[in-house]
């Protein structure tokens, strides 16, 4: 395991407006004590960025995946990068 942090930048497709997704993702952020946002998009997407361990990005990436998130997830794009140590806590924006 290491302590390097990173920056999860999500597009998560399918059903994921109008039905807790952000809260729900939102509380799972901050169980996982990750720092970032989630939001809705216009095009009925949801947008999210996180900060965190690789270990916990990596549980919160399989979270979004797996039938626990809510709604009903077709496909999360996501890409990681350095961290920029920007973010203070994990809030809904939009």
Same mark, same amino acid.
Request: no cysteine.
């Given at each position: 395991?290491?302590?390097?942090?990173?920056?999860?930048?999500?597009?998560?497709?399918?059903?994921?407006?109008?039905?807790?997704?952000?809260?729900?993702?939102?509380?799972?952020?901050?169980?996982?004590?990750?720092?970032?946002?989630?939001?809705?998009?216009?095009?009925?997407?949801?947008?999210?960025? +996180?900060? %965190?361990? #690789? /270990?916990? $990005?990596?549980?919160?990436? @399989?979270?979004?995946?797996?039938?626990? +998130?809510? %709604?009903? #997830? /077709?496909? $999360?794009?996501?890409?990681? @990068?350095?961290?920029?140590?920007?973010?203070?806590?994990?809030?809904?924006?939009?």
């Amino acid at each position: 395991m290491t302590d390097e942090t990173v920056r999860l930048t999500a597009r998560i497709t399918g059903v994921v407006q109008g039905v807790g997704f952000r809260y729900w993702t939102a509380r799972k952020a901050d169980e996982l004590m990750l720092k970032g946002t989630v939001r809705n998009a216009s095009d009925g997407s949801v947008e999210l960025v +996180a900060e %965190g361990s #690789v /270990e916990r $990005v990596e549980r919160f990436t @399989s979270w979004l995946h797996s039938s626990h +998130a809510p %709604g009903h #997830v /077709e496909t $999360v794009d996501f890409q990681l @990068s350095e961290a920029t140590g920007e973010l203070d806590d994990f809030r809904i924006v939009g």
